[in-house]
Nanobody, 116 residues
Framework: VQLVESGGGLVQPGGSLRLSCAAS????????MSWYRQAPGKERELVAV????????NYPDSVKGRFTISRDNAKNTVYLQMNNLKPEDTAVYYC??????????WGKGTLVTVSS
């Protein structure tokens, strides 16, 4: 099983980034996919989740209206479009897959730095 994040980097406040998470080794379409982030000295927090059945999404208030999660089951990939980025969005962003029988997988993360 592998989850490989990409797309992180340095961006100015107000800018945009698109993160990708390529999955392999499990039946991607059956898994709820999520993005989490962890800033230095803080706990890991959920920033976006997308359902396996109907593609329904959910976001915390801190990113609602700025972040969009999507998935392409044909490509076994989940995306996170991040717009109007703020310095407080700086964190390592992790991809998570949660599926049947409580199976739970994590990627190694990609660093997003929002700074002028």
């Amino acid at each position: 099983v592998q989850l490989v994040e990409s797309g992180g980097g340095l961006v100015q406040p107000g800018g945009s980034l698109r993160l990708s998470c390529a999955a392999s080794g499990f039946t991607f379409r059956r898994y709820v996919m999520s993005w989490y982030r962890q800033a230095p000295g803080k706990e890991r927090e959920l920033v976006a989740v997308i359902n396996s059945i109907d593609g329904a999404t959910n976001y915390p208030d801190s990113v609602k209206g700025r972040f969009t999660i999507s998935r392409d089951n044909a490509k076994n990939t989940v995306y996170l479009q991040m717009n109007n980025l703020k310095p407080e969005d700086t964190a390592v962003y992790y991809c998570n897959a949660n599926g049947p029988g409580g199976m739970d997988y994590w990627g190694k993360g990609t660093l997003v730095t929002v700074s002028s």
